[in-house]
């Protein structure tokens, strides 16, 4: 028997707290497994200068776990700041929130490969152009919720609105920047991406002193 249709005035005013508890859960299990990627060293009779070798030698799979990690705590952060704001939810912001998961949860993947394969573009490209999705997609639900006060509070400031959409914007531009430069070294193009967290923390201070003289609008 089919279940009856959800009546729209319920469908369309859905809580945020299910999806704040399953992003935490995603965020929380994806950042355990990246470092359960990285090999332990197998050494039959090690001497004192075999396991530093050793562990010297999975450099890239450390520098890979490092980036991830960061990122996806910037990715973390960026979400609980956007649903400070979303006070309710529906349909399309559920399953853009779903693919925003998606993606999140195969961070491990292109992690695991970036470290294995680092000197190889196509492989950098790949994670850049991962990491480039995530961002879009999460530009995109914030977007969405923000037009015409669609899900947030209906007093939001819109200048915070307009903060946050540039902010989300400027990390896919550097994403981009990564990718373009990985032409010319792979390594370079990773460190870029290490440095978008470290950007995406500054932007808010940089548009606040812009923003502090003009009228702000309500």
Known sequence: MALPPVPHEFASSLRTSRIEAL????????????????????IEHPTAQDIPRALLRLWPMFLGYFV?????????????????????????????TMLFLMLIATVPFT?????????????????????????????ATWRYATRNRRLVDPHIDLEDVKI???RSLATPVIYLIAIGLSFMSTVLSVVVYAFVPLVYGV?????AKREGSRPRKS
């Open 164 to 166: 946050h959409l540039r």
């Open 23 to 42: 992003s935490d859960a995603v965020f929380g299990i994806v950042m355990t497994i990246l470092v359960l990627e990285i090999p332990v060293p197998e």
């Open 203 to 207: 932007l808010p201070s940089i548009y």
């Open 68 to 96: 991830s990690f960061i990122v996806l705590g910037m990715s973390w952060v960026a979400q609980h700041e956007q649903f400070h704001f979303v006070k309710r939810a529906d349909q399309a912001l559920l399953w853009m």
């Open 111 to 139: 992690t695991t490969l970036l470290g294995r394969y680092l000197d190889q573009q196509a492989v950098v490209v790949l994670y850049g152009a991962h990491l480039l999705a995530i961002s879009l997609v999460h530009h």
